[in-house]
């Protein structure tokens, strides 16, 4: 009976200590394949990397070509302000403030730009 009972006591005592010593172990680290052309990091490749954002219009200065929006971040309202595009500035006219708004928009280092704007 005791040789049992140490028998079970070691079945259950070795998988206790080793199991977390595999669980600790991390994956090798793969790398990716590198690309066949890396893209060019100009002010043009910028451009193709638009941006999607939804929020409420605040305020449209047609003079200066902005708009303000008002979009949540973590839950807080945060107020945006953007420039807008000549192609984009058409659309303003059927904009009013408190309108339900989503913007297309590139970043242009600092700099925010509106490509498109659509009610909804």
């Known amino acids: 009976m005791k040789t049992f009972a140490y028998l079970l006591f070691a079945a259950v005592a070795v998988p206790a200590i080793a199991g977390p010593g595999f669980a600790q172990t991390t994956k090798p680290a793969t790398t990716p394949a590198a690309p066949a052309a890396a893209p060019a990091t100009t002010p043009d490749a910028a451009k193709t990397t638009a941006k999607n954002l939804a929020g409420e ?3 449209v200065d047609q003079a ?10 973590d839950s807080k309202p945060m107020q945006l ?3 807008v595009e000549d192609g984009a500035m058409a659309s303003l006219a059927q904009l009013k403030p408190g309108d339900q708004i989503k913007v297309s ?16």
Do not use: C, Q, R
């Not at 200066?64 to 971040?73: F, G, N, P, R, S």
């Not at 700099?111 to 909804?120: E, F, L, N, P, R």
């Open 57 to 59: 219009l605040v305020s």
């Open 64 to 73: 200066a070509k902005t708009v303000t929006l008002k979009h949540m971040v």
């Open 105 to 120: 928009y590139v970043e242009m280092g600092e700099k925010k730009v509106v490509k498109s704007i659509v009610k909804g």
């Open 81 to 83: 302000t953007m420039a």
